[in-house]
């Protein structure tokens, strides 16, 4: 039997921090608790998505949060969203920025001139060098620093469901039979088997949304590496295996879409299609993030017909779906810097804004599915992390951040996740720590966690 004062499930952005900043918060407080870090997943596969991400922030210059975001936070989820939640993520974020800097993380600062982003940040956004991987790399080398620290990999919770049909966060009780069909973005998420839920449901833990909010992203199918995004369907159109278009590509700005069009490719389009546009959109964008995280060059033709040849698509719709298209579009100027109006008139779905017509070759096409980020919705947690009862009083001893705290309702406003798991996870470290040196708390919560590991 080993005695723990604190056990954190999962290796990911949350896991990691919450433990350093539990053991550094504890060592100042001169009381070295013992904790032990524990992951279901291989080395070399754990850590959810964490380490394979690109990990955008949406940050400014000075590492400040977006101050728009909670906005974009109530429209997404049609008023649903904790608006103090919200702006604890704002007011905290900025620190948990510096914290992971300071901690040997270096950041790249990005000025946009391409894309519209909705974010107040003056067209800049911030991102790990070396991803996600950098931050945890750098977090779990500060944990393995302490001798009262334990990382355990291939170690799963006690007590939690291990049922291997669980299939990721256990989708399919909650979403939907298909969603053995969405394949996973990195690795490691195979192992998201829906253990932290069902701990805290029986617990007593409060509920957020339905547990069927999905993040899914449009991923070059023909790539080797996880998170092979093709982000920019704003500047071309976007067809499914029929090559018929099937979402307004121009609805919204491009972080305010990209989920919604991943969905409907799944849920209706046989989860096969492609991004087609051609030589000016190419030439503005590359190099660059929006279609470099694949590390596959696109397709590239001088007329659709052999574009069609390329990606084995059916001979005449491709051409004939880019012939309407193109006629269906306005004269208004095209302007990437904002929604500008122009529009096709026609076709069902029209594209709102940014309908450039694509008839410069060569001609680029990039074949696409739909690949499962996370899920959202989930348990209820307060400002601090700690899980919440069905009467919205903290249960005690058990916390929770990340994907697993439900805050996203329909839709999910990007680049937020990882600072939000960052950042609650930093905040649940230091009050964990800190609540321990208190007898009456360590008393109500059933003094130390036990587990045999």
Not at 116 to 130: A, C, I, N, R, S
């Amino acid at each position: 039997m080993v005695n723990y004062d604190l056990i954190v499930v999962g290796s990911g952005f949350t896991g990691c921090i919450t433990t350093l900043n539990f053991l550094e918060t504890g060592k100042k407080l001169d009381k070295n608790r013992r904790v032990a870090l524990i992951e279901v997943g291989k080395e070399g596969e754990r850590c959810g998505a964490s380490r394979w991400k690109m990990a955008y922030l949406r940050l400014d210059k000075d590492l400040a949060f977006d101050s728009d975001r909670k906005h974009e936070m109530a429209l997404a989820s049609n008023g649903l969203a904790d608006h103090s939640y919200c702006a604890t993520l704002e007011r905290e974020a900025q620190a948990t920025a510096k914290y992971v800097g300071e901690h040997g993380v270096k950041f790249n600062h990005h000025d946009e001139e391409n894309v519209l982003l909705e974010f107040k940040t003056d067209q800049h956004f911030v991102f790990p060098e070396g991803g996600g991987k950098a931050i945890i790399d750098c977090l779990i080398g500060h944990i393995e620093e302490y001798k009262n620290a334990e990382i355990h990999s291939e170690t799963e919770a006690r007590y939690l469901l291990t049922d291997k049909r669980g299939g990721y966060q256990g989708l399919a009780r909650y979403v939907g039979r298909r969603t053995h069909e969405l394949p996973l973005i990195a690795p490691g998420l195979k192992y998201n088997r829906r253990a932290g839920l069902n701990m805290a449901l029986e617990v007593g833990a409060s509920t957020a949304g339905s547990f069927d909010g999905m993040h899914c992203e449009l991923v070059d199918t023909r790539a080797a590496k996880p998170d092979a995004v093709i982000w920019d369907h704003n500047y071309g159109i976007v067809v499914n295996e029929h090559c018929k278009r099937f979402y307004d590509e121009g609805k919204r700005h491009l972080f305010a879409t990209f989920e919604m069009i991943a969905l409907e490719l799944w849920r209706d389009h046989n989860q096969k299609g492609f991004f087609i546009t051609d030589e000016p959109i190419m030439k503005r964008f590359r190099p660059g993030w929006a279609y470099d995280t694949t590390d596959q060059e696109p397709e590239t033709a001088d007329t659709t017909r052999e574009l069609v040849e390329k990606l084995k698509v059916e001979p005449d719709a491709l051409e004939a779906t880019v012939k309407e298209f193109n006629k269906a579009c306005n004269d208004k100027p095209f302007d990437l810097m904002k929604l500008d109006g122009k529009a096709t008139t026609g076709l069902n779905p029209n594209k709102t804004n940014r309908a450039n017509p694509i008839n410069t070759p060569p001609f680029c096409g990039y074949p696409v599915t739909s690949h499962l980020t996370f899920t959202y919705d989930g348990i209820t947690t307060n400002n601090e992390a700690q899980v919440l009862s069905t009467n919205e009083v903290p249960i005690p001893g058990l916390w929770a951040a990340g994907e697993l705290s439900g805050i996203f309702y329909n839709e999910y406003p990007p680049a937020t996740s990882i600072l939000r798991s960052l950042t609650f996870g930093r905040l649940a470290g230091t009050k964990i720590a800190e609540q321990l040196g208190s007898k009456s708390w360590i008393q109500s919560a059933a003094n130390t966690v036990r587990s045999e590991l």
